[in-house]
């Protein structure tokens, strides 16, 4: 399973125009595709929230700090599978 994503760009007129992926053509494992997914959300999520919650700077250097060593453990393993 692949997901494709859209990003919007700037053209030089200062236009924002779509963008396909990049990383269409590359056969990620669905394994590690549901984590980039999922913290993706994750971060989405954190920011709405952060948003919300008028935290002040340390409070957001936690919360990005734990959400990002999440992330980066379950990266690691997921990279060392591709890898075998």
Do not use: W
Not at 19 to 27: K, S, T
Not at 31 to 37: G, H, V, W, Y
Not at 59 to 65: A, P, T
Request: aromatic share 4%; hydrophobic share 40%.
């Amino acid at each position: 399973m692949i997901m494709l994503y859209k990003r919007c760009a700037e053209d030089e007129s200062g236009e924002a125009e779509v963008q396909g992926d990049p990383f269409a053509d590359l056969e990620i494992p669905v394994p590690l595709q549901e984590s980039l997914d999922r913290h993706r959300n994750h971060l989405a999520e954190l920011v709405v929230n952060l948003r919300s919650a008028g935290l002040d700077e340390a409070q957001i250097e936690q919360s990005v700090s734990t959400i990002v060593e999440s992330y980066r453990q379950e990266l690691v393993r997921a990279m060392k599978g591709m890898a075998r």
